[in-house]
């Protein structure tokens, strides 16, 4: 109607007039509301969809609305025609890893892999093919990255000679991580950043035999201090090649297991954008590690669910492969060390207490039973003084406090978790790729009653994860390591264990699965929004082309998904 071109009117007309227009919009409104929402709304079906759902296990077709989420589930007639006209795929809910590191991932991504690397010459090798793709790389302001070296497989303990006997290495400014992340190997350029006398550091190590070179876990912030970091416009870039290659494998979400502020900042910046493709779970990581600085952050949770920030990550103790956990009883082959603690048992009860009466999940980094020791107590002293008046397993239920990794846990420990349901982090893939050296370190018996449980931890809701890129983050690489307890590299397990390393504690095949859609989803406080299939439920999902339950298990080894779906969005197409 022309607004403009209206007669005069007298009141009671115009009036009339009014009423009408008005009953008439909002009858126009509420058909284009009807309309919108059909005609929006987009219908798939396959061959088959798990929901995970315990109503109705399995459908064939499922509706999304234009906000992202599942608007119904239902079974299609095999004589309908959406039943007939039906994919060829079968759809499952997208898969989350309960514990990686996006940016670092990305970083991986961008620098030298040395994972799998045998000797000094295969390292030099591969920095000196990386440096002809990036002949920038290795200046004092662009420092040449690398993760993935492990002296167990080298046969000792690197050193920064070990890079200058190769002539265009020798005066780069080069830092390559070992494989657990948890030490530093640098170049003689950089050493001679530092001080002459470098001291001794507590809550790290120093190593000085056979020679200088690398520094393991507290004892990395002085050299981490000095390396010049990326600028955003980098981090971007480690974003977008990260999101790109979880979604190719499956993912669809993750659990960010340490995040600085200044790169929670920019994730908020990024969530929602067009290469923003994974949803994010963050644990906030102060900048200066263990510490409580509620002033630097805020709880966060976009609407649309790409991102969440409502956790704290606190460091218990270092890594096993490099003698840093943190052990009641001396290393079985290095009885001079227990291992060391990042933080004394006092301070983190404290920090834990603080950040918990904040409002935020509390989630330590515990890998030696003296770490998941205090990781407990820690999380005991907290739950009760914020539910003193109820048992601390309701009070656990709420708040879900959780152990990243929970490696070795000593029995009474292990029964403290049960009893309060403190949350397990677990990652399948460690217990693998540790196993042939675990019980050098810990002894069979100190191996046999605490090391790597799966199955004798399931009451407590575990979260199954990766810990990417300190394993690869393909998520049926885990499954298969849970299900089998064997290697998905080579599909066996130990010596003297071929068929499975520790079997007994082996999950079954819908356990892992669950481990890795439902376990994130308590774990995250996302439950019934995320690793379902149910209306209201973000529409988040994975095409494979055979049910994960029809497969030979070897055949997980070499899973290539077909699509990934984000929020009813396809973010990964295999053809």
Known sequence: MDWLRLPRLGRDTIWLYSSALIVAAAGLIK??????????????????VRTNSAVEPYVNCFSVSPTGKFSKVFRAGADTDLARNASSGFAMPGLWDGHGHLLQYGEFLNSVDLFGSTSMDDVRSRVRKYLDRNPGAGSKEEWLRGVGWDQMVLGKMPTASDLAVDKELKDLYIMLDRVDVHCIWVSQAVLDLLPESIPDVPGGEVVREPGMGVFCDNAMDMVMGLWPKPDNKKKEQ?????????????????????????????????AGGPDWTVRVYAMIECYERNTFCPDEVERYTSPDGFLSIQSVKLFADGALGSWGSALIDPYTDRPDTSGSLLVNASELVYDTIAWANEGYQVNIHAIGDLANRHAVDAMVAALRLLCPYEPLSRCQSRHRFRIEHSQIIHPDDQARIHAIGIIPSIQPTHATSDMTYAEKRLGKERTAKEAYRMRSLLDAK??????????????????????????????????????????????????AIRGFTEGPAYGGFTKSKTGIIKPGAFADWIVLDAPLDSLDIEELRELKVRETWVGGKKVYSRD
């Open 31 to 48: 058909l284009r509301q009807g309309v919108v929402d059909y005609a929006y709304t987009e219908t798939y079906c396959y061959q088959s």
């Open 238 to 270: 480690f974003v977008k090649s990260a999101m790109g290659k979880l979604n190719e494998v499956g993912l669809v979400g993750i659990h960010d297991a340490g995040v600085t502020p200044g790169n929670l900042n920019l994730f908020k910046e990024l």
């Open 462 to 511: 575990p979260v199954l994860g990766s810990d990417f890129p300190v394993e690869p983050p393909n998520p049926f690489q885990g499954i298969y390591a849970a299900v089998t307890r064997r290697s998905p590299h080579t599909g066996r397990g130990t010596e003297d264990s071929p068929d499975g390393w520790y079997a007994e504690e082996a999950l079954e095949l819908d356990q």
